[in-house]
């Protein structure tokens, strides 16, 4: 295992009422209460978070928002800022996943802004990135991905993020990139994370992967030396699957 402190994290994406959340909140704290090696974050929908932020708030579990407005208040019907977040207890959002970059129009300068204002109101960003099908055969992927990285994360300083990387490709398909094409993209990253931010940072920064991770492919992605994790979509809504995936050895 690296010396990275691994993190599993599920994005439950539109599912689970907030009755179901609860319920499965409720299993999952009792199912994985000894498991204090690794990290686990769970993003609930918004309706969601009050009840999962009462069953896990004294727990191993962390939770945060899927995603959340870039200005702090204001009239932005409909939106959900970070303090509203930090305020229920979330430790974490997710930045630039790319449902919302697909379906929502969310832009590199977007997520730079989100990221800033989720730093300033005490949030843990989780920032994704990735590739096209497209952008992979035409051999982009190393260009596509620092471009992202670059703008989203411009406004950072000397504060904790993390990275998934989820190839487009792979979410929600049941086609994982190979632990070694996941690997080499991890590698270009913490590359550029070290011209960009010094070795230290490198070598802290934890880097997960993303697209269709299940329980037989945790244990081989996790193998590698730059994979930190894994920020699974869904394998995470179901317990059989997610325990596992918890568990990776
Ligand atoms: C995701 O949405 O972040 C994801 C990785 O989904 P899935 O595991 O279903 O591919």
Not at 14 to 35: G, H
Not at 223 to 229: L, M, S, V, Y
Request: proline share 4%.
């Amino acid at each position: 295992m690296s010396k990275r402190v691994p993190i599993v994290a599920g994005n439950w994406k539109m599912n689970k009422t907030a009755t179901q959340a609860r319920a499965f909140a409720i299993q999952l704290r009792e199912r994985i209460r000894n498991v204090t090696d690794r990290e686990i974050i769970v993003f609930p929908p918004f309706t969601a978070l009050p009840v999962v932020a009462d069953e896990l708030r004294n727990s191993n579990i962390r939770f945060g928002g899927q995603n959340m407005h870039w200005e702090r208040s204001g009239a932005f019907t409909g939106e959900v800022s970070a303090d509203f977040l930090s305020d229920l207890g979330c430790t974490h959002v997710l930045v630039g996943h790319s449902e919302r970059r697909r379906d929502f129009g969310e832009d590199d300068d977007t997520c730079s802004r989100k990221v800033r204002t989720a730093l300033d109101a005490g949030l843990i960003p989780l920032f994704c990135c990735g590739e096209t099908l497209e952008q992979r055969n035409a051999e982009q992927t190393s260009d596509v991905v620092k471009h992202q990285l670059s703008i989203g994360l411009d406004s950072v300083k000397d504060e904790e993020f993390i990275i998934a990387y989820e190839p487009v490709w792979a979410i929600g398909t049941g086609k994982t990139a190979t632990s070694t094409q996941a690997e080499e993209v991890h590698r270009w990253i913490r590359e550029w994370l070290g011209k960009r931010f010094g070795p230290a940072v490198a070598e802290t920064v934890r880097i997960l992967y993303g697209g269709s991770v299940k329980p037989n492919n945790i244990n081989e992605l996790m193998a590698e030396p730059d994979i930190d994790g894994a920020l699974v979509g869904g394998a995470g809504l179901d317990l059989a699957s997610f325990e596992p995936i918890v568990r990776f050895k």
